[in-house]
């Protein structure tokens, strides 16, 4: 099956400063790459996503680079607010797992006012 | 308006009493996932639907079960609920395996 990496596990920056979050994953069939921010006791929420035929996507502040060769995906963040603090999860979907999304472990990002 | 609905937002329960928690959405998706998640950890998949195909993960315990009677409704019933058990249980939808989950707000399972 899929396996998903993800680190940093800890993030910590001052607002207006970029954040990457950056994930691997093993399966090179995997087509399609989720990102989902969780705020704290709330539920985790789509920010971004990419599929395998797209080496980028910006929505505002937030991007998502894919790199199909190297197997990662990484996501940015310019400007951080601390409104931004939140646990990131990327996920990636491969035929293998029939498409179901392994997660990563998560990036606990932490914005300083 | 909520899409995927978990009732209740907390739940408590007596070691070794069984307990139900509910789900529905109103996206009309065909997937419906459980998920367990403890603190400061990643969300970890029990089950999925497929329609009405039915997936257990691996390593999820026999002690839980799942049940989709319907393309709205899943409930996730754990049989003898354990210290260890408890957790925050999120129910997710999506159109197919590789579109984005849409999460419920969970509910949080304390055990007595």
């Known amino acids: 099956g899929e396996n998903v990496e993800q680190h940093p596990s800890t993030l910590s920056v001052q607002e207006g400063d970029s954040a990457v979050i950056k994930c691997t994953y093993s399966?090179?069939?995997?087509?399609?790459f989720p990102w989902y921010k969780q705020e704290l006791g709330k539920r985790p929420q789509l920010i971004i996503d990419?599929?395998?035929?797209?080496g980028e996507k910006k929505d505002q502040r937030i991007a998502v680079t894919l790199n199909k060769t190297a197997k990662h995906f990484s996501l940015h963040i310019t400007e951080t607010q601390p409104e931004d603090s939140a646990v990131y999860f990327c996920?990636?979907?491969?035929?293998?797992?029939?498409?179901?999304?392994?997660f990563g472990r998560g990036t606990s990002l932490i914005v300083h006012p | 308006d909520a899409m995927v609905i978990q009732n209740p937002r907390y739940q408590v329960t007596q070691f070794g009493k069984p307990v139900t928690l509910s789900c529905s959405q109103t996206?009309?998706?065909?997937?419906m996932y459980w998920y367990q998640q403890k603190s400061s950890q990643a969300p970890k998949l029990l089950f999925h639907?497929?329609?009405?195909?039915?997936?257990n993960e691996a390593d999820t315990p026999d002690n839980f079960q799942s049940r989709r009677p319907n393309t709205s409704f899943c409930f996730l019933d754990i049989r003898s609920p354990g210290l260890g058990d408890a957790a925050m249980y999120l129910c997710?939808?999506?159109?197919?395996?590789?579109?984005?989950?849409?999460f419920g707000d969970g509910t949080r399972l304390s055990i007595l």
């Open positions: 997710a939808t999506s159109r197919v395996g590789r579109e984005a989950q849409h």
């Open positions: 399966d090179s069939a995997s087509n399609y």
């Open positions: 990419i599929r395998s035929n797209v």
């Open positions: 996920a990636a979907s491969s035929p293998g797992g029939s498409y179901i999304p392994t």
């Open positions: 996206l009309n998706h065909n997937v």
């Open positions: 639907y497929y329609d009405k195909d039915f997936n």
